[in-house]
């Protein structure tokens, strides 16, 4: 019989505020926001989250701390800390959802496809990045270019190139070969005879 894990999803927040916050400040800003958690974990049916290690609020102590935990490297951005789940792995013992997908692909486990479809199905439509309510009018002033949807911004050109048209059926042959990667890859390189070869 197969493993079965439990997705347990990590949501890091940024909290950019305009006042130095005290011992007192920031016990009530982590019983605010354990108290939001357990109303929503109590709205899908979950138990409430305890309240010691659901919720970890590390204060920046400096400029330079905080530097170090949004880069967390020369090449790490913080743009990438707080959208690029895709990027991170996790610690001893667990695995992130990105690493969970790329087991599937790699041996074929079917508890691993469902917890990626579990999480699939549940996370559909949701952001992974939000403003706070007013933080992007007051950082960006009113001159900022407005919010897009998904739709927008995929429908907008950017001077890319069409390679190949790969038709559905076909497509599906690649992927259930476990040659998407190869052909993805090849694309970027504009490499048309190795795409072609490989959907033949």
Known sequence: MGRRERLAPELSLLLVHDQDLDAAAIAAVHAHVHSRLAASCRQSGMREPERLHAVRIDPNVSATAAGAYVAKGADWTP??????????TSRAGSR??????????????????????EYSR????????????????????????????????????VNGELLVTIEAAAWSHVRRAGLDLAVLVAAENANLDTVSALVR
Do not use: C, H
């Not at 990045?129 to 907008?156: F, H, K, Q, Y």
């Open 79 to 88: 743009a990438e800390e707080m959208g690029r789940s895709d990027l991170k």
């Open 122 to 157: 549940t996370t559909r439509s949701l952001a992974a990045v939000r403003w706070s309510r007013g933080l992007r009018a007051r950082l960006l002033s009113s001159a900022a270019v407005p919010n897009r949807t998904d739709e927008e911004l995929a429908a907008e050109e």
């Open 96 to 117: 992130t959802l990105f690493q969970i997908l790329a087991d599937y692909y790699q041996t074929g486990d079917t508890d691993d496809r469902d917890l990626w479809r």
